[in-house]
């Protein structure tokens, strides 16, 4: 089965700066979308990268997608609090019926 | 306004005590599922539902049952609920497939 590894498992940064989380697929990834839960609430689509070298922004995120479909990176330009939470990486299988998600990052933005 | 619910929000019970979560989407989505998410383990998918009758496994469906009469609702059973069933479960629709997921808000329960 398929498992996805993020790091790094926490992160704290001071708001202002940048910062990347990255998620490793054990097999190609055949969509990979990217989450963020405020703590002990839902999730909140962010992205989907489904082609190999793809790129997205919204806002100041950006997530990338190696050109092998096993990689992505989600990159957060002058952070702000607004941006703490935790992020999380799933992967839908090739009939995009089952989702598999990494562990998650915890974010922390200090003022 | 387009949402997910879930009831309860929070529950608590005892081993064996039969319980439902019930989930309602007002979206019209096709696509349903249930997630549980803990502590190290992250979040794993227990149920889909790709439309109305139509379930299947996830990751971890031991000890769940769910059913997929109506469109809009999507509950999640525990015949006999057991403490490793003790969790944080979420409910999700989307129109199609697995994007974009809608979450609820989350259901936190307990198993004494």
């Known amino acids: 089965s398929q498992e996805l590894e993020q790091s790094p498992q926490s992160l704290i940064v001071q708001e202002g700066k940048n910062l990347t989380i990255n998620c490793t697929s054990s097999?190609?990834?055949?969509?990979l979308y990217w989450y963020k839960q405020k703590y002990g609430e839902g999730l909140i689509f962010l992205m989907m990268l489904q082609k190999g070298g793809e790129e997205k922004s919204h806002e100041k995120i950006t997530a990338k997608l190696d050109e092998k479909k096993q990689q992505s990176s989600l990159h957060i330009t002058a952070s702000q609090p607004s941006h703490a939470g935790i992020y999380l990486c799933?992967?839908?299988?090739?009939?995009?019926?089952?989702?598999?998600f990494g562990q998650g990052t915890r974010l922390t933005i200090n003022p | 306004e387009a949402q997910v619910t879930q009831n309860p929000r929070y529950l608590i019970t005892v081993t064996g005590k039969k319980l439902t979560v019930t989930c309602s989407q007002n979206m019209n989505h096709e696509y349903m599922s249930w997630y549980r998410q803990d502590p190290g383990l992250g979040l794993r998918q227990i149920y889909y539902?790709?439309?109305?009758?139509?379930?299947d496994k996830g990751d971890v469906p031991e000890g769940y049952k769910v059913s997929r009469k109506e469109k809009r609702n999507f509950p999640l059973i525990l015949e006999s609920p057991s403490p490793n069933q003790t969790s944080l479960y979420f409910c999700?629709?989307?129109?199609?497939?697995?994007?974009?997921?809608?979450f609820g808000p989350g259901t936190r329960l307990l198993v004494l």
């Open positions: 539902s790709m439309n109305v009758e139509v379930t």
């Open positions: 799933g992967a839908g299988n090739q009939g995009a019926q089952k989702l598999v």
């Open positions: 999700a629709s989307s129109l199609q497939g697995l994007v974009p997921q809608y």
């Open positions: 097999k190609t990834l055949y969509g």
